[in-house]
T-cell receptor, first 115, second 111 residues
Framework: EPEVTQTPSHQVTQMGQEVILRCVPI?????FYWYRQILGQKVEFLVS????????KSEIFDDQFSVERPDGSNFTLKIRSTKLEDSAMYFC?????????????FGPGTRLTVL | TQLLEQSPQFLSIQEGENLTVYCNSS?????LQWYRQEPGEGPVLLVT?????EVKKLKRLTFQFGDARKDSSLHITAAQPGDTGLYLC???????????FGTGTRLTIIP
């Protein structure tokens, strides 16, 4: 069964450093998302991406964040200058169509630890 | 902003018992989804409910959407240790279909 994959599974970085989190969505999917989950808190939407552009972003997704689909398979989230509060699990998700009840498939997540 | 409150926040019961967890809001939704998340993994979709009053069964799990489409419940019959996990309700946002998640219920089934 097709699945969303994410790398690395765990990233440790120093405050102020740039990190790039990578995702490979399911191959025929058209809608892509990043969510994050701070330890003990709920899953929060960061950004959605469709047709090679951001379709919506949350308040969390400030100028330090960017997303890119550099080729036909990868979908990346970049944090330019990490802060302690960026420590969280970051989940990538993808969906095949615009049907509101269509399933969003989540990757296993990248645990980002900012020291 | 849609707020989804789940209760209880934590639930620990013995294997074989029945349980119900809830997802409540003051907003009306066109659909609602339930996910289960296990440690170190992403949320996995269990079910989508669309119609007010709809009941869906998934083996020992019964999901109900409230008549007014503002709330939902998940009932587990004869809980098993494999049911342990974080149960999340979520609603898709019309348009780009981003998901807004609830606060979650962390369920532990004790063998």
């Amino acid at each position: 069964e097709p699945e969303v994959t994410q790398t690395p599974s765990h990233q440790v970085t120093q405050m102020g450093q740039e990190v790039i989190l990578r995702c490979v969505p399911i191959s025929n999917h058209l809608y892509f998302y990043w969510y994050r989950q701070i330890l003990g808190q709920k899953v929060e939407f960061l950004v959605s991406f469709y047709n090679n552009e951001i379709s919506e972003k949350s308040e969390i997704f400030d100028d330090q964040f960017s997303v890119e689909r550099p080729d036909g398979s990868n979908f990346t989230l970049k944090i330019r200058s990490t802060k302690l509060e960026d420590s969280a699990m970051y989940f990538c998700a993808s969906r095949s169509s615009g049907n509101p009840t269509d399933t969003q498939y989540f990757g296993p997540g990248t645990r980002l630890t900012v020291l | 902003t849609q707020l989804l409150e789940q209760s209880p926040q934590f639930l620990s019961i013995q294997e074989g018992e029945n349980l119900t967890v809830y997802c409540n809001s003051s907003s009306v939704f066109s659909s609602l989804q339930w996910y289960r998340q296990e440690p170190g993994e992403g949320p996995v979709l269990l079910v989508t409910v669309v119609t007010g009053g709809e009941v869906k069964k998934l083996k020992r799990l019964t999901f109900q959407f409230g008549d007014a489409r503002k709330d939902s419940s998940l009932h587990i019959t004869a809980a098993q240790p494999g049911d342990t996990g974080l149960y999340l309700c979520a609603v898709p946002n019309f348009g780009n279909e981003k998901l807004t998640f609830g606060t979650g219920t962390r369920l532990t089934i004790i063998p």
